[in-house]
């Protein structure tokens, strides 16, 4: 066991600061849902996970961020990526 470890700063970011511009200028202009789709770039089932983490490791098939697909998932919204076929990539 380890014993007497610290976390400085723990990851958090200064939100009190920046929230009020984001609210203005992303969340209430419609811009904050543009921004989330051009993040997502595939859509694939919990099962094709080792076979998708190889083609992400190797940089193929164009793979950025994926959304992990279970069967508790909801259908994916407008402008989002389908369910993509892991063997139909590149």
């Keep these: 066991m380890e014993k007497g470890i610290g976390l400085i700063g723990g ?4 939100v009190q600061m920046y929230w009020k511009d984001i609210l203005e200028k992303y969340v209430r202009t419609g811009m904050l849902d543009k921004l989330y789709q051009t993040i997502i770039t ?4 919990v099962e094709d996970i080792p076979d998708i983490y190889e083609k992400f490791d190797k940089k193929q098939a164009g793979i950025v961020k994926t959304f992990v697909q279970t069967r508790f998932s909801p259908d994916p919204s407008p402008g989002f990526p389908l ?4 063997h139909s990539l590149n």
């Design 42 to 45: 595939h859509r694939f089932r």
């Design 83 to 86: 369910l993509s076929d892991m």
């Design 11 to 14: 990851g958090q970011a200064p």
